[in-house]
Each structure stands twice: as C-alpha cells, then as structure tokens.
C-alpha cells in the first residue's frame, strides 16, 4: 500500500467513526465544498456541502445509534485524484424502535487531495436493480 492509499483508507475509516459517534462536524471536515452526492433517495443528485449533511442529518434524527460497515474497499490513486469502492451497510437503532439491520449497498468516493490532505468529492450509494420488477434488490450481501 501507498501512503496515499494508507491516506484515503482512513479517510474513509475517519466518516465510519464520524457517523458511529454521530458527530456532524467531523463528517463535515471530510468534504469538499463543492461534494456532490449520487445517494439513493431523491433527488437525482445533492450539490455541496449543506446538501450532503443534510443528508446525515436525516440518518441522525431517525437512529438513536448508528452504525457503519465498509467492506472490500479498493482504491486507485493518481495524482491529485483518487477513487475507492466498496460495499456499505448502515444500521442501528431507530430513535424509540428497533434495531435496524440495514442492506448492503454499491458505494463509491471521489476524492481530490487539497493542500495535502484527501477530501470526498463525490460519492455515490447505489442498489442493485431487478429489471423485471423494477424494484431494488436491498437482500444481498458481499
């Protein structure tokens, strides 16, 4: 592994931490400004930073705990850019309820390095869609 690689592994471990500890701040300082987010609900996209965390936001006024698993991450680096994928599984316990599984989903980072250090540009979270029926198929694991 390259330092970078080393880098943006725990960059991306920093955003588990930051979600588990439901720490907003800390999930934010690991953005650009300008992040742009492909999430799975809509819209189609979320631009800049504002927009991203209001993202977690939801995830924190719905889970009293949260949890969150990466697993075979890959990245590839060059220059001042990198991307890594993966899979992803958020989970928890609803405020008041239950304990959540969660479903694996198809997650990827854009990172930029900016004044060396390795920020998510752009990230994407995707299921799986079943062609037949249009649904999305949320039961599968890696």
């Known amino acids: 592994m390259t330092t970078d690689d080393t880098m943006i ?10 979600l588990r500890a ?20 809509a819209p189609l996209q979320h631009v800049g930073l504002a927009a991203k965390l209001a ?5 924190f006024t719905f889970f009293e705990t949260v949890d969150y698993e990466v697993r075979n991450l890959n990245a590839t680096i060059g220059g001042d850019v990198a991307f890594a994928h993966g899979f992803g599984r958020l989970s928890g316990r609803l405020q008041g309820g239950p ?7 198809r997650i990827t980072f854009g990172l930029r390095e900016i004044d060396g250090e390795w920020l998510i540009a752009h990230d994407q979270v995707s299921v799986p869609l079943d062609i037949a029926t249009g649904a999305g198929v949320v039961d599968l694991e890696p």
Do not use: C
């Not at 993202?55 to 995830?59: E, H, L, P, S």
């Open 55 to 59: 993202n977690w936001d939801k995830v």
């Open 9 to 18: 592994r725990h960059r991306i471990d920093q955003l588990i931490d930051g």
């Open 99 to 105: 304990e959540v599984p969660g479903m694996w989903v």
């Open 22 to 41: 439901r720490d907003r701040a800390a999930v934010a300082r690991l953005y650009t400004p300008d992040v742009v987010s492909f999430d799975v609900e």
